[in-house]
């Protein structure tokens, strides 16, 4: 499956929006149909980027079979183990900005990270691990501060 740009971030957790006129249309090809967004990003939005590596059977099952252009790249034995594993996704929430973006996901995410964590390690770390990923709030002490101070403003 391809990977893109997943949901806009705004009101609502899922915020719709994703498809609008003026902007790229829906893909219609096997595999491109089922991204969430093709729309032109600009400075202030917040969108989450949600790679993943998906084992969905019947898709599988076309990419195994004989006929399929696929299969000789494929270890057929090796992915019969993982066939029934589901699969994983990882989510960043991201805002776009004049030169890029800033990353608020703080969870581990590099190998490094993940196994220090898994060995009982203590999170947030205090040395980014992959300054490229632009987790700019990764080694503050309080992340959430800003936020937790706009709610109690709030009515």
């Given amino acids: 499956m391809p990977h893109g740009l997943g949901h806009l971030i705004g009101i609502d957790t899922h915020d719709v929006g994703g498809y609008l006129p003026g902007h790229p249309e829906r893909r219609t090809e096997a595999g491109l149909k089922s991204l969430r967004t093709a729309r032109i990003l600009k400075t202030g939005m917040t969108i989450t980027v949600e790679p993943g590596c998906y084992f969905i059977r019947s898709l599988l ?33 991201v805002e776009i900005t004049q030169d890029g973006c800033v990353n608020y996901t703080i969870c581990p995410r590099t190998v490094k990270e993940v196994e220090y964590v898994m060995g009982g390690g203590k999170w947030p770390p205090t040395v980014d691990d992959m300054p490229e990923l632009k987790r700019t709030r990764l080694l503050d002490p309080a992340p959430l501060r800003g936020i937790v101070d706009a709610e109690k403003t709030l009515p």
């Fill in 61 to 93: 099952e076309d990419a195994t079979s004989s006929t399929s252009p696929f299969v000789s790249y494929i270890d057929v034995d090796v992915l019969e183990e993982y066939k029934d594993f589901g699969g994983v996704r990882l989510e960043d929430v």
